[in-house]
C-alpha cells in the first residue's frame, strides 16, 4: 500500500520533532552534568556525606558552580567528594574555602555548599582539596532530643518520689513541711536571728561613731594619742627616759649587791662590827656611857645656870638671843 504525502510529511514531522527533542534533552543533561562547560575537579573528605549522591549540585556563596562527580569511601570514618567546578568561578575561589554539606530546602536534595574562608589565601587550581566542615544531621539531632526526653522522664519520675515522700512527712524536708511545731520553732529561730542581727548592726554603728570621735576629738586621751604629735613625741621621750633610767637603776643595783658581796666576804672595819658580839656589846657600852656623861653635863650646866656667882653671864646670854630674834622678825616684816 503506497503512502500518502501526508502521511510522509507527518513521519518527517515527528522525526524532526524527536531529534529536536533529544538533542534538547542531551544538552540539559550536559548542562547539569557539565559536560559542555570546562571544568576542573576539588575535592573534600567528609565524616559522614548524609545521603549526598553523584550529579548532586556544588553552591559557592548561594550560586549553582558545579556537581559532585563522584564519592569514594576511603576508610570507615573518611568520605571523598570528588567536585567538577565551573572554570570561570575559578577567579574567586581560595585555597582556604570550606566545604559543608547541606539541603536544597526543608525536603530537597543534598547540596555541597562551599563558604569563603577567613583571611588572604591563593586562588584554588584543579586537583586541591580544600576544608570541610561537618554540621550535625537531622539523625544527630533527633537522637539528641531522644536521650533528652529519657532523661526528662527519669528526672520527672525522682521528682514525684521526692514530692510524694515529701507530702507524707518523710525526710527533714517533709518533716519540716509537716510539723508546725518545728516550723514554729523555726520561725522564732529566724526572729532571733533577726533581732541578733539588727543587735549587731547597732552595736557596729556605735563602734564607727567611738572609733571616728576617737578620730576627730583631741580632747580624749586616745584623740590626743592618736592625732597630737607633739604629745607622741613626748610620749616617746618618757618612755625613752624610763628605759635610761631603768638602765641605771640596774647599775645602782648591781653597784650595791657588789658591795654587799664584798661586805659579806671581807674582813674588814664593818664586817668585824657586824660579826664580832663583843665589839658590840663594847660599843654599846661606850654609847651609855657617853649618854649618863652626857646626862651629867646638863644637870651640871643647869646647876650652873642657878648659881650666884654665873647667873649673870647666862641671863646675858639669854637677853641677846632675844635682841637676835626681835631684829630677825623685824627685818621680815
Do not use: W
Not at 616617746?236 to 631603768?246: D, I, Q
Request: overall charge neutral.
Amino acid at each position: 500500500m503506497k503512502q500518502t504525502k501526508a502521511q510522509k510529511l507527518r513521519l518527517g514531522l515527528f522525526v524532526i520533532i524527536g531529534t529536536m527533542l533529544f538533542i534538547a534533552a542531551i544538552y540539559l543533561i550536559g548542562q547539569r552534568r557539565n559536560m559542555f562547560n570546562k571544568t576542573f575537579m576539588i575535592s573534600a573528605y567528609f565524616q559522614n556525606v548524609n545521603g549526598l549522591q553523584r550529579g548532586n549540585n556544588v553552591r559557592y556563596s548561594g550560586i549553582d558552580i558545579g556537581t559532585v562527580n563522584d564519592i569514594t569511601m576511603v576508610n570507615d570514618s573518611s568520605i571523598k567528594v570528588s567536585m567538577n567546578i565551573q572554570e570561570k568561578i575559578i577567579t574567586h575561589i581560595k585555597k582556604n574555602a570550606i566545604a559543608t554539606i547541606g539541603s536544597d530546602g526543608l525536603v530537597g536534595n543534598m547540596i555541597v555548599n562551599i563558604v569563603p574562608g577567613q583571611g588572604e589565601s591563593e586562588l584554588i587550581s584543579n586537583g586541591d582539596v580544600i576544608v570541610s566542615y561537618s554540621k550535625i544531621g537531622a539523625d544527630d539531632i533527633l537522637s539528641t532530643l531522644s536521650v533528652g526526653s529519657e532523661n526528662a522522664a527519669i528526672l520527672t519520675s525522682d521528682l514525684l518520689k521526692i514530692t510524694t515522700a515529701m507530702l507524707e512527712g518523710n525526710g527533714t524536708v517533709g518533716l519540716l513541711l509537716n510539723d508546725t511545731i518545728m516550723a514554729n520553732d523555726l520561725k522564732q529561730s529566724v526572729n532571733n536571728l533577726r533581732i541578733a542581727s539588727q543587735g549587731a548592726t547597732k552595736t557596729i554603728y556605735e563602734l564607727n561613731s567611738i572609733i571616728t570621735s576617737i578620730k576627730t576629738d583631741d580632747n580624749t586621751i586616745l584623740g590626743m594619742l592618736l592625732n597630737d604629735t607633739i604629745s607622741s613625741e613626748k610620749l616617746k621621750m618618757v618612755v625613752s627616759n624610763l628605759e635610761t633610767s631603768s638602765s641605771e637603776i640596774d647599775n645602782v643595783l648591781y653597784n650595791i649587791n657588789t658591795i654587799v658581796t664584798d661586805i659579806n666576804s671581807s674582813e674588814g672595819t664593818f664586817n668585824y662590827l657586824v660579826r664580832d658580839t663583843t665589839a658590840v656589846n663594847s660599843l654599846k657600852s661606850t654609847l651609855q656611857n657617853i649618854n649618863e656623861g652626857t646626862d651629867k653635863f646638863n644637870q651640871n650646866m643647869e646647876a650652873l645656870k642657878h648659881n650666884f656667882l654665873t647667873r649673870g653671864y647666862f641671863r646675858k646670854l639669854e637677853r641677846e638671843k632675844e635682841k637676835v630674834s626681835k631684829n630677825l622678825e623685824l627685818e621680815k616684816e
